[in-house]
Each structure stands twice: as C-alpha cells, then as structure tokens.
C-alpha cells in the first residue's frame, strides 16, 4: 500500500474521531489494530511494523497535516529515482520539476497581444517551464514576460537551446521598439525584461536596435525599469557600451555554464572570458548599473567548477547570480547529465551569498527572467534611486 493512501485514511480518521467513543486521540486503533496505539505511545513493534506497511515511514504524518508545517521538501524527499545520467539512458523528470499547464485570462490576453503587434518572447521560444505562472499572474495580478528583440531565429546553435537558427535570419523590424513600448505600456508594467538572439548578421549585432527600445520605453514611462540580457556582440564592447548607456536599469549576459563546459555546451563563438568581459565593461562605463549572469546546473559540471565560476564571476564585479536546472528542451538537444536536488540548490544560494553577490536566486525552475528575481530587483533598484535623489 502506497504511503499516500495511508497517510489520507489516517487523516480521514482523524476528522471522524470524535464520533468514536475509544478515546484513542489521534490514532485510528478502531479501525485497524496494525495502527493500534495507547494513550501513551506506540509500541517499538507496533512501530515497526506501522513503517513496514507505510514502506519506510518517510512519509509525512497526521501531525504534519494538523501542524501546517507539511514542507516542501516532503514533497520530494522520497524520490527514489535515478538523478544522474547511465549513458545510454535519458534521465525521467523528478517531481520538483513538474510544473501546471498554462492557462487564464492574463496568460491568453498577454499572448493575444504579443500576436497582434508581431513580438516575440523568450518565455514561448526558450520553453521556459514557468511560463504559466509568469504570464498568468492570477486574475488581477501583473503579469510579466520577457520580450526577446530581433524575431525569433537566431545565427548561433548552442546544444542546450531551442530557439530556431538560420545564418541569414529576417531582416529587423524597424516597429519592433515602438511596438514593444506599445505593448509595456498596454500592460502596465513597472519592470520589463528585453533579451534577443544572437543576429550575428548585423554589423553591431542589433546593439543599436537594442538602444532605441529601451529609449521607447523610458520615454513611455520614465520610472519604468529595464532590463537587458544581452548577446555577446563577438566580443564588441562600443555595442556593450551603447546599451550600457542606453538607460537600463540592469545589464545582464548569461556565461551560461562553467567554463570547463564552454565549448560542449555554448556555440563555439561564444567563450566565457569573452562573457566575463562583457559584463565588466558594461559595469567600467555605468558604475551604477546592476550586473547580472546565469548558470545552468545539471549539464556534468563538479561542485569545484561551480564555486571556481562563481568566484571568478564575483572577482569581476558581476552584482547578481542565478542558477537553475537545465533541462533537455527536445530530443536533439544536451542531455540531462543530472537532476540537481532543491536542499543542493539552496546550498548553491548560499555559497552566493557569502561570496558577497547582492541577489543570488537558486532553485530547480530558477531562471535568468524569472519573475521573483524581478521583484527583488525592482525594489532594489527603486531604493537605490531613493537613497541617490536624498544624497543630491
């Protein structure tokens, strides 16, 4: 028997104790003597034998029911399956990665929108697993998406990304900014996420295209703050620099994975001294903007590579750091190496922590968008502007 079924028919006897006249508070003795207990305590036999038939008795109990202190981890903790990779075998996903199919007004009407004025994101193209909880935000809560500029067909090919690639994608849309500001507004939005695809095709890399919507937007909405997770640009700086200067409030490239891994997982153009130094130029010319990078766990990387990438990445004065689970988006993509547990993750954000970073987000579905970062950095952002205008 399943340890959830007895732990629901323990719960169910609980509810109905009272029309029992046995006195067994908390126990359900007149319904089956494997439970049997005395008012003071269970036997270690009857013990036993309570946790054979429960298959371990790992389960969560009737106290944790009644207590509320049921933990996630619980929900978890009795995974038995495999979380590293056999070779020639495909990981199964473990439960901490499943998540709701997405559904709701906020979800159908941001959708809706993003159709009509031609806008891409990176939430649909990425497959990004939060999706539903990020564009759905409940009825009357902000939704919130990540824009991805310059359409939807990239001149890289990474092995862990889905988004199409072509070496000589569509020509830029001149709308794409005013559409975009078009659309924030629309939303009411305080705090926009803008990415792109690498468009290696154009002579600064889209820098320039990049600019010009952040300038949209601020012009919308002065107090708007934005973020941009940029490409690489080959390494340009005057187009890191263009959008350094652009008015972001947030400057983010993404080293994606150790830099053991670089080559094997990133396409062979990008390189993670050329990331590093993307961000540290972007910090040199716009002292006061947040840098921020993501790490993708899971891939075959040692916790040694970890923590040397996550002190290089502090050393060169990188603000924030995130860190989640990659996961194979189809079957012609990097197989999943391993499934990195959530107790591993929080240790992960921890260590971040220490090492001095100012945001650290770490979890299985944590991603370089994801929208609880946002709402730290907005409030991080909205009270440094406080603390400058008090000090003028």
Same mark, same amino acid.
């Given at each position: ?259 053991? #891994? ?71 993509? #990097? ?44 409030? #991080? #952002? ?11």
């Amino acid at each position: 028997m399943k340890t959830g079924v007895i732990n629901a028919a323990t719960l169910l006897c609980e509810l109905l104790r009272n029309q029992c006249g046995c006195g067994h508070t908390g126990s359900i003795s007149c319904w089956d003597p494997i439970f049997a207990s005395t008012a003071a305590g269970s036997s270690p036999e009857r013990t036993g034998r309570r946790k054979e038939v429960l298959g371990g008795g790992d389960g969560p109990e009737l106290r944790d029911f009644i207590s509320g202190e049921l933990s996630e981890r619980s929900r978890w903790s009795e995974y038995r399956g495999d979380l590293r990779r056999q070779r020639g075998e495909r990981l199964r996903l473990p439960p901490w990665l499943k998540t709701e199919i997405p559904i709701g007004k906020n979800y159908n009407r941001l959708k809706n929108t993003l159709r009509d004025l031609n806008l891409h994101t990176v939430c649909e193209e990425a497959r990004c697993p939060n999706i539903g909880e990020c564009w759905g935000g409940g009825e009357y809560a902000t939704a919130t998406a990540t824009i991805m500029l310059m359409g939807d067909t990239c001149t890289r090919g990474c092995r862990f990304c889905s988004v199409k690639t072509a070496r000589q994608p569509p020509p830029l849309d001149p709308n794409e900014p005013s559409n975009t500001a078009e659309a924030i507004a629309a939303w009411g939005l305080d705090y926009v996420v803008l990415t792109s695809v690498d468009r290696d095709d154009v002579s600064d890399g889209g820098a320039a295209h990049f600019a010009k919507t952040v300038s949209k937007l601020k012009e919308r909405n002065p107090q708007i703050l934005v973020e941009c997770l940029t490409p690489d640009f080959r390494g340009d700086l005057a187009a890191v620099e263009q959008i350094a200067r652009s008015g972001l409030d947030v400057y983010a490239h993404n080293v994606e994975t150790v830099r053991e #891994l670089q080559r094997y997982v990133r396409d062979p153009r990008a390189n993670f001294d050329q990331s590093l130094s993307i961000l540290q130029h972007a910090k040199k010319v716009q002292p006061g903007v947040l840098t921020k990078t993501s790490i993708m766990l899971g891939l075959g990387e040692t916790d040694q590579q970890i923590i040397s990438t996550m002190r290089g990445l502090r050393e060169a004065g990188v603000d924030c750091l995130t860190l989640g689970q990659y996961m194979q988006p189809t079957k012609r993509h #990097l197989k999943v190496e391993e499934y990195v547990t959530p107790d591993k993750f929080a240790h992960w954000e921890e260590v971040g922590n220490e090492m001095g970073f100012i945001y650290t987000a770490s979890g299985p579905l944590v991603r370089s968008s994801y929208k609880a970062g946002e709402f730290f950095l907005k409030n #991080l #952002l909205k009270k440094r502007k406080t603390e400058n205008s008090a000090a003028d």
